[in-house]
């Protein structure tokens, strides 16, 4: 047998419009607007709450509530795909294989040799940029740091310079690439 709610108190009964509901937290006689999940099993089953119900009911809440670390970690990840199941990409999960070993399964016609590896020709290398002729005059890795880059400069500057190096035809040349190098990577920092 089904059980009748007692009256509703005041507040409430002023507002028994059809379809509004009344708050779920006990004691409450406001509106229920606001639904809030009952758990995290039962995400599609509310609890309607006016709003300061729902406020407090959602501060409280806590979807890991219970479970164990590797409960969380497992959760998370299957999260990541929105709990649909993955496989790893490749006939039977298996990898591109290595230059020299066989191919396995059917190959893919590809008449423009797109996709080919083996029998393209080997990738050139970029054109170094002026930043990383710099680098590599000055003896710097990166990351760079403006601190770096200045203690590299002086001590370059001090083994170089003309004047530390009298009689020296070169070292009026080594001298100002070190000099450019220098602009370029501080004009690379303050940029």
């Known amino acids: 047998m089904r059980r ?3 009256q509703p108190s005041e507040p409430f009964a002023g507002a028994a419009h059809a379809g509004q509901k009344p708050c ?3 004691g ?3 509106i229920g607007d606001f639904r809030a999940p009952r758990s995290r099993d039962a995400l599609n089953t509310y609890f309607w709450f006016c709003l300061e119900h729902v406020r407090a009911y ?3 809440w806590d979807f890991y509530a219970g479970m164990t670390p590797d409960e969380i970690e497992r959760a998370v990840r299957a999260d990541v795909t929105w ?3 993955t496989w790893p990409l490749g006939r039977g999960g298996a990898t591109r294989p290595e230059r020299g070993e066989a191919r396995r399964g059917p190959r893919m016609h ?5 996709f080919d590896d083996d029998e393209a020709e080997p990738t050139r290398e970029a054109p170094p940029t002026p930043e990383s002729r710099a680098m590599r005059l000055l ?3 990166l990351p760079l740091t403006m601190a770096a880059l200045k203690t590299r400069y002086r001590e370059l500057v001090k083994r170089h310079h003309p004047d530390a190096n009298p009689g020296d035809s ?3 040349e080594r001298f100002k690439e070190i000099s450019q190098a220098y602009r370029t990577l501080m004009t690379s920092l303050t940029a």
Do not use: K, M, V
């Not at 590809?110 to 797109?114: L, N, Q, S, T, V």
């Open 110 to 114: 590809d008449p423009f040799g797109f």
């Open 24 to 26: 779920d937290h006990p």
């Open 139 to 141: 003896e710097l890795e």
């Open 83 to 85: 709990q649909r199941p």
């Open 4 to 6: 009748l709610r007692s």
């Open 170 to 172: 070169g070292a009026e």
């Open 58 to 60: 959602n501060a409280a």
């Open 28 to 30: 409450c006689a406001q």
